[in-house]
């Protein structure tokens, strides 16, 4: 992972209210969009949700449609394509075709972040501008948007009891969404990028303290490296992740512990006993990762194991076949 933010994209509090107009169009038409394949993939199983979806779809157009007509009053009939993926830190949305099954939960509580997000942003960027008619408009979606998440909420009627909890779910997807992802991603990446690097110092030093600081090097320099690398990715002001450096920190922490998880080991100065039982360590960590995953990234354990083992034993044996070379 790269440790500096692409040049190649530009701040949020960077852009003109030209730009910021064509962003929000784009980001409109796309969420309407979203909010028409969400109501194509229930209509058959959940009607009525699927209805619900409908109207926020229409409403979506109809922002984009105020947004427009603001725009070429202001700036003429050319609006630049302004993509998301443009503009550092700002809200993604994973295409919905990806899926592999339609949960009315998961989708209920996507849509719910959705529309927060989106009224953040309008926030954002009415408190930013010195035009007061695009202040006016921005300001009156950032309302109308926050409001949405009640259409999002009336999806519930369509969940089980058993699935409903919706102070809970809140607090658990926040949790999820700025703990659990970025620390996950850091063990991820500790327990499996540090493997090569610790084994073939090992087999090929057949010495344990050499192993140690080769694998405490290489765990302590991972963890910055990802720490930053998260940190600087996002400010979280426009996506609801948290403080960027809370993020960083979570993720260089737990980057460094999957590192040194099999490094600590290597302190017994038998070489054989201390292999032995970091491969035993390593064992546990793969197993760690495919249940987090299981259980807060609703990925099938089977799958998720299948997937981390598969990466780890390759990158385990890459270090044995390159020390022992």
């Known amino acids: 992972m790269p440790l500096f933010q692409s040049a190649s994209q530009k701040a949020f509090a960077d852009l003109t209210d030209r730009e910021v107009l064509a962003l929000a169009i784009q980001n409109e038409e796309e969420d309407g969009r979203l909010y028409r394949d969400f109501a194509d993939g229930l209509r058959d199983q959940y009607p009525a949700s699927a209805e619900i979806f409908v109207t926020?779809?229409?409403?979506?157009?109809?922002?984009?449609?105020?947004?427009?007509?603001?725009?070429?009053?202001?700036?003429?009939?050319?609006?630049?394509?302004?993509?998301?993926?443009?503009?550092?830190?700002?809200?993604?949305?994973?295409?919905?075709?990806?899926?592999?099954?339609?949960?009315?939960?998961?989708?209920?509580?996507?849509?719910?972040?959705?529309?927060?997000?989106?009224?953040?942003?309008?926030?954002?960027?009415?408190?930013?501008?010195?035009?007061?008619?695009?202040?006016?408009?921005?300001?009156?979606?950032?309302?109308i948007e926050a409001g949405h998440e009640t259409h999002a909420r009336e999806l519930a009627a369509s969940v089980p009891e058993s699935a409903k909890k919706e102070e809970s779910e809140t607090a658990r997807r926040m949790f999820v969404l700025q703990i659990v992802q970025p620390g996950l991603a850091g063990l991820m990446d500790g327990s499996v990028s540090t493997l090569a690097p610790v084994f073939a110092a090992a087999f090929a030093t057949h010495d344990s303290w050499q192993t140690f600081l080769v694998g405490l090097a290489a765990s302590i320099g991972a963890g910055i490296s990802m720490g930053f690398a998260e940190a600087l990715s996002d400010d979280g002001s426009l996506t609801g992740r948290g403080h960027p450096w809370l993020r960083g920190l979570v993720c260089g922490l737990m980057t460094t512990v999957g590192g040194i998880g099999h490094t600590l080991p290597y302190l017994l100065p038998?070489?054989?006993?201390?292999?032995?039982?970091?491969?035993?360590?390593?064992?546990?960590?793969?197993?760690?990762?495919?249940?987090?995953?299981?259980?807060?990234?609703?990925?099938?354990?089977?799958?998720?194991?299948?997937?981390?083992?598969?990466?780890?034993?390759?990158?385990f044996l890459t270090g044995i076949l390159i020390g022992s070379a």
């Open 56 to 143: 926020m779809a229409e409403d979506e157009s109809e922002h984009r449609r105020r947004l427009l007509d603001l725009y070429r009053e202001r700036f003429g009939e050319h609006i630049p394509l302004i993509r998301r993926d443009d503009i550092r830190g700002f809200i993604r949305r994973p295409s919905f075709w990806l899926q592999p099954t339609y949960d009315i939960d998961r989708l209920r509580q996507r849509a719910e972040t959705m529309e927060a997000e989106a009224a953040n942003v309008y926030r954002k960027a009415a408190a930013r501008t010195s035009d007061p008619a695009v202040r006016k408009l921005l300001g009156d979606l950032a309302d």
């Open 270 to 315: 038998s070489f054989w006993w201390a292999t032995g039982i970091a491969a035993a360590v390593v064992a546990v960590e793969l197993w760690l990762i495919a249940w987090i995953r299981a259980r807060f990234m609703d990925t099938p354990f089977l799958r998720a194991a299948y997937q981390v083992v598969i990466g780890g034993v390759l990158v």
